[in-house]
């Protein structure tokens, strides 16, 4: 989810934002609002690459 529709819905949350802020349909708190809900979506999947690729990492040291 997270490396591919997770970062997909990030920059869509990302881009609807700021359209929808510059229009002025919200206002700047439910517009950091949806930044930080994006950056947190950002967060989770780096978060979990990250341990994906410590997983390869052990596993390769282990069978070597």
């Known amino acids: 989810y997270y490396t591919n529709k997770g970062v997909n819905l990030s920059d869509d ?3 609807k934002a700021t359209l929808a802020f510059d229009n002025q ?7 950091f ?11 989770k999947q ?3 690459q990250a341990k994906y690729n410590s997983i390869l990492i052990d ?6």
Do not use: C, D, G
């Open 13 to 15: 949350i990302n881009q």
């Open 25 to 31: 349909e919200i206002n700047y708190l439910q517009y």
């Open 33 to 43: 609002q949806l930044i930080q809900k994006s950056i947190e979506i950002r967060i």
């Open 46 to 48: 780096i978060q979990l």
């Open 59 to 64: 596993r390769n040291y282990t069978i070597n």
